[in-house]
Structures are given as C-alpha cells and as structure tokens.
DNA sequence: TGGGTGTCGTTCAAATTCGAACCACTGGAG
DNA sequence: CTCCAGTGGTTCGAATTTGAACGACACCCA
C-alpha cells in the first residue's frame, strides 16, 4: 500500500499546484481548463454535453454547472444538435480559443515542472501506458456514466 | 502531454471508484477514511490537526469540518495537546478503530483491483519511486500550508 | 401508426471544499 | 516583564460537485 499512499499524497498536491497555478494567471478551474482543452481538440471545437462529461470525468449536472459558468464569460456557447433535438452540442468561441492560447503555457510549464521533467524517457512511457491501463480497466468496471 | 492527460482521466476515475466502493460499503467519505487510516498509523492514535491536514493533504478548514462530521458518528474525538494550549489533538476512538477494521478489506481490494494488480513488480515500484518524487518537490515548491 | 423504453440535458437540495478573517496562545527580543 | 510577530484552529461565505428527480425527445417493435 506504499504506492496507493504515495499515489494519494502526490495526486492532492498535483492537483493543488495545478489548480493554485491556473486560477491565479487566468482565473479558470482546473475543470474548466480541461473541458476548453477538449474542446478545443475536438472537430468543429465542439462536442455534445454527454460525451464531454465522459471526457473530462465528471458529472452529467457538473458539466451542466461548468458550462454555465463559461458561458457568462464568453469562452463557451450552446448551440442545439442538428441530428438529436434532445443534443447540446457545447461550442468553444473565439474568445475562448484565445483564452486558452493565453492560458496554455503557463500551465504546461507548471505541469512539466511538477511532473514530467521529474521523469526520466522510461517512466514517462511506463507512466503513460500504467495510466492508460489503470483508465480502460476502470471505465469497464464502473457505473459507464450515473 | 499525452501522459498528463492519461494521469488525469486515470486520476478521477480512480477518484470516483473509491468514492463509490467506500461510501457503498461504510458510509464514509475517501476523505474521511485517510484520515481514520493516518489516525490509525500514529503513535497513541493522535494526531495535532495541522499535522493531519498535511498528511492527507487538505485545507485547515477542511479538515475542522471533517473531524466535526468524524466526531458525530463517534469515530474521532478531541483532545486537547498537553504541550501547546493552542493544539487540538485528533484521537482514533475505539469506534473509530472497528470502523476501520471493518472497512479495511474491502477499501484494499477495490485499491488492487483498480491500480494494483494491474502493475508488474517493476511498474510498481516505479510507480512508487515516481509519485514519492513527485510529493517531494511539490511540498517543496508550494506554499506549504495556507 | 402508437406506445413503451431508454437517453439527453437540466434543475434541485445536500455535502464538501477552499481561502480569508478572526481569536487565543506561544516564543523571543528588548 | 512586556510587547509583538507568528502559529494553530475555527468560523464564515462562496464556489463546486454529486445523485436523484424530472421533462423532452428518439428509437424500436407490434
């Protein structure tokens, strides 16, 4: 249990650092972060609701909140999903593209300072293929999406 | 950056499943748990609040509101430190020992499962070696406790 | 065509977390 | 001895997250 102990403390600091980081230079969550990176990663900067929250791992009414949140700043718009009435297709705007053009070096550099530069070539792959592992096996096993 | 993004899907989904199996099985919070396991490791049981709030890594405040909610359900008590009237001590009751004996098993099982199991030696111990590293210099490089 | 089942996203109340402000006490300088 | 910066915990308000309940729509089978 010394790794499950070790994991544990590193991850609460991780997640700590990365969060004190971005809100201090741009005044975004940690959450927020990840759902305008994976937007901004996907075709036409748009995903619907559902798949976002399963991108990101959170919550269907937490997306709900956060995208809310990002739609009083402009980053993010809703638009209806042409193919589903049902659909929200969540949209990144421009000004959210810039933001996160602005936002991304910091907070990469943050990461490569807490985490990867501390990795020789070898972790860093073992680290990636235990993550990728570790993430299959526990999206099987889980409740898909409450 | 692949690997950051595997760690963090990886990360809240392990996050997520523990939460599960825990609050299923015991009721209690995976906060709540470190705190009885860290409580249950010390030396007489106890603990001084701000050393506790830095092992399991959370706010000062957020550990208050914690060992309030332990205190309710008879698992923690408070005392006060004998060294320092300033101090409170967090004592592991003997509830709070059964507590932790009762929930242990199935808490580790779900941790093998999920993480665990699914690493050769090697891994593991890298894996160890890696996140120790990690806690290091980020308690080093951040503020150390608010 | 007509239901019935299941999915999509939102709303709601409850729980948890954090940081800032605050009081009580300690420990050392003068 | 006295003062004073610093530490330890708590309180407070704000923000975020979750699961359950809900209404709207899609898809399938008779």
Chains 1, 2 share one sequence.
Do not use: F, N
Request: hydrophobic fraction near 40%.
């Amino acid at each position: 249990m010394a790794a499950w102990r070790a994991y544990l403390s590193a991850s609460h600091l991780l997640e700590r650092r990365v969060e004190e980081q971005l809100k201090a230079e741009s005044g975004l969550t940690h959450a927020q972060y990840e759902i305008l990176a994976r937007l901004s990663d996907a075709p036409d900067r748009r995903l619907r609701m559902t798949e976002l929250a399963r991108g990101v791992v959170v919550s269907k009414s937490g997306l709900t909140y956060q995208i809310g949140q990002l739609e009083k700043r402009g980053l993010v718009e809703r638009a209806t999903c042409p193919s589903d009435d049902r659909g929200v297709l969540a949209v990144l705007t421009d000004r959210g593209v810039e933001c996160l053009r602005r936002t991304a070096p910091g907070h990469v550099a943050v990461v490569r300072e807490v985490l990867i530069d501390l990795l020789t070539p070898d972790e860093l792959e073992m680290m990636t293929r235990v993550m990728s592992k570790v993430e299959a096996v526990t999206r099987a096993s889980a409740s898909p999406l409450p």
